[in-house]
């Protein structure tokens, strides 16, 4: 069982864009193939009419990645101080107010000293290998220590079999029109069922794909310590970092990994997995957590 957390209520709008667009291709034959393909807009973030960030989406999800990314960079610390988060295809933006702005018409920073603060954060920033350009601001690795992954939490491999096969057959954008990552956020049953998916979200890039997981979390109330989290890409730093900051202990992909992420997934306590097809993985840190890990030579 996930771990519910109070949630805060907010105005939010539902304004996903259609994921998918046809348009005249030419195949090998000179015949003209109408061919669906991904979309791709930009959408630009402002906290209290302050512009953040420009992120380019699918747009399957726009409210949770908002919320997602807002979580993952640390620029708010709890979903109770957002009051609305409203997304306006129009203008290619995201207007995401705090509950200070609403109530008292003044922003939450100007009152506490948060906008210098916003201004450090901001201006400390790491472009990630994340498809797109990625970027982490502020001194996100340094407090990664402080992060405690659930000691208790076990994952299986008839587990990690099952996670495999319910992605496998999950039905995708990637399989109509390609170009798209994918993540899944799945449960870690604690009484031997096996895992099912809880959320799985495909963009045109996977730090964006887990960012409107992680904006989703948030606003259903679900901790991270039962979970697994499964993605189609690489595993990097952003990746581990962002997981970590959800409280996700397994991480695992199809892919492979970077030497950043698995320094930092051996550091923190993730168990993470990669090159996950068919009936092949590979365990890369994290053994403790496997509780039926083939013996070591």
């Known amino acids: 069982m996930t771990r519910p957390i109070r949630v805060a209520q907010l105005a939010l709008t539902d304004h996903a864009r259609p994921v998918t667009t046809t348009v005249d291709a030419i195949d090998e034959t000179g015949r003209s193939v109408p061919t669906p393909i991904a979309g791709e807009h930009p959408l630009t973030l402002y906290?209290?009419?302050?512009?953040?960030?420009?992120?380019?989406?699918l747009g399957a999800a726009p409210e949770h990645?908002?919320?997602?990314?807002?979580?993952?960079?640390?620029?708010?610390?709890?979903?109770?101080?957002?009051?609305?988060?409203?997304?306006?295809?129009?203008?290619?933006?995201?207007?995401?107010?705090?509950?200070?702005?609403?109530?008292?018409?003044?922003?939450?920073?100007?009152?506490?000293?948060r906008e210098a603060a916003l201004d450090a954060t901001l201006g400390r920033r790491t472009v990630t290998t994340g498809c797109g350009q990625g970027t982490v601001y502020g001194d996100l690795m340094q407090s990664l220590d402080t992060i405690r992954l659930p000691?208790?939490?076990?994952?299986?491999?008839a587990?990690?079999?099952?996670?495999?096969e319910q992605v496998r057959r999950h039905e995708s954008i990637y399989k109509i029109a390609g170009a798209v990552h994918g993540c899944a956020l799945c449960t870690n049953p604690r009484d031997g069922s096996m895992p099912t998916i809880l959320r799985f979200v495909e963009d045109v890039g996977r730090h964006n794909a887990?960012?409107?997981?992680?904006?989703?979390m948030w606003l259903q109330g679900i901790g991270g310590a039962d979970t697994i989290f499964y993605t189609t890409g690489r595993l990097t730093?952003?990746?581990?970092?962002?997981?970590?900051q959800m409280g996700i202990p397994v991480l695992m992909s199809r892919s492979g990994l970077t030497g950043m992420g698995h320094e930092l997934a051996a550091r923190i306590g993730i168990t993470m997995i990669g090159r996950c097809q068919g009936r092949h993985y590979l365990l890369f840190t994290g053994r403790e957590r496997f509780v039926d890990a083939p013996p070591a030579p």
């Open 151 to 157: 000691q208790d939490a076990r994952v299986s491999q």
């Open 237 to 244: 730093s952003e990746m581990v970092i962002k997981c970590a």
């Open 159 to 164: 587990s990690v079999y099952a996670v495999m």
């Open 65 to 113: 990645l908002a919320l997602g990314w807002l979580r993952n960079q640390r620029l708010v610390e709890s979903i109770d101080e957002l009051a609305a988060v409203q997304v306006d295809w129009e203008t290619g933006s995201v207007a995401i107010t705090s509950r200070s702005l609403r109530d008292e018409g003044t922003a939450l920073w100007a009152r506490s000293g």
């Open 210 to 216: 887990v960012d409107a997981i992680a904006g989703w």
């Open 47 to 57: 906290l209290d009419r302050r512009e953040l960030v420009t992120l380019m989406t």
